[in-house]
């Protein structure tokens, strides 16, 4: 533009300077020959001027129709980049819908392989019952009570028979009776009676594995209910106190998951890179890694 005005400028002063030349007197016999030379050197200034007036109107056109291209495609950039985050948004929300569906799978595999290992450990108790009473059998007297028939005992007589055949008093309720009931009744969602089923296993075995199981399950109920500070002790308990239960990763997880719930970000964060350095190749572990991702919080690749 600055260009523009100045030969603009410059055609007017030429155009001046010829109108005040053709307008001053002559001679009345003849043009001098250098009147006539600055006036051809006028009109070429004039034709110059105009030629550049037309060259700058022409590039100036192209450079508008230029910017409008570029306002156009930017404008479509604009929306292209919008259409790709709301697609990415989408596949993000899919990702984690579906990672959700992943740990309520594997929580109920972690439950079924538990099942599982209450059984064989039922079953080895009961063959290793067989086992003694087989012993016992070979090993007793092969001579009986006179009038009896061998190897047979008198049955006891007295009051002491009838106190010792009484039913036991406040008997413990069957480990795994008990434990399966809890856990059936937490799958149907009825926490409250869940809850007492879980705390007998833990008070009548409290060194038994299931004990463990039985704890996370409490914390699983707390944090179900939303209850995030009761599930964040419930899961301490079972780290600190069955340190190698099969739940203790599923227990850090849904810890570090907690205390995210309750804005405490440093803290869960903390807690889910502990879990995946102690347990590194577990389901849990990877459910870490995803959370973390998704908090934009950056963590070294599995190994």
């Not at 007197?25 to 105009?50: C, F, G, N, W, Y």
């Not at 599930?231 to 079972?238: C, E, I, S, T, W």
């Amino acid at each position: 533009m600055q260009i523009t005005r100045t030969y603009r400028n410059t055609l007017f002063a030429a155009s001046a300077l010829a109108l005040v030349l053709t307008m001053a007197p002559v001679r009345a016999h003849a043009v001098s020959k250098e009147t006539v030379q600055m006036q051809t050197q006028i009109q070429q200034l004039l034709d110059m001027v105009q030629r550049l007036q037309t060259t700058m109107d022409t590039k100036f056109a192209v450079l508008q129709n230029l910017a409008q291209q570029t306002a156009d495609q930017a404008t479509q950039m604009n929306g292209t980049v919008t259409a790709l985050q709301q697609k990415l948004n989408t596949q993000v929300d899919s990702l984690n819908g579906k990672l959700d569906t992943s740990s309520g799978q594997v929580q109920s595999l972690n439950d079924s392989v538990d099942e599982l290992k209450t059984r064989i450990a039922k079953l080895e108790k009961s063959i290793q019952d067989l086992q003694g009473q087989l012993q016992n059998v070979q090993g007793a007297p092969q001579g009986g009570s006179p009038g009896m028939p061998n190897g047979t005992a008198p049955a006891p007589n007295g009051p002491g028979a009838m106190m010792n055949s009484g039913p036991p008093v406040n008997q413990a309720p069957p480990l795994e009776q008990a434990y399966q009931a809890a856990l059936s009744d937490f799958n149907a969602a009825k926490y409250p009676l869940a809850t007492n089923e879980f705390q007998d296993v833990i008070h009548y075995y409290p060194m038994d594995p299931m004990a463990g199981s039985a704890q996370f399950y409490l914390g699983e109920i707390d944090y179900r209910q939303r209850n995030y500070d009761d599930a964040v002790k419930a899961y301490d308990v079972v780290l600190e106190q069955f340190s190698g239960s099969p739940k203790a990763a599923a227990s850090q997880l849904h810890k570090g998951l907690a205390l995210i719930a309750l804005s405490k970000r440093d803290a869960g964060t903390h807690e889910l890179r502990s879990l995946i350095q102690r347990h590194p190749q577990t389901p849990e572990a990877q459910q870490a890694r995803a959370k973390l991702n998704e908090m934009g919080v950056r963590v070294a690749a599995a190994r």
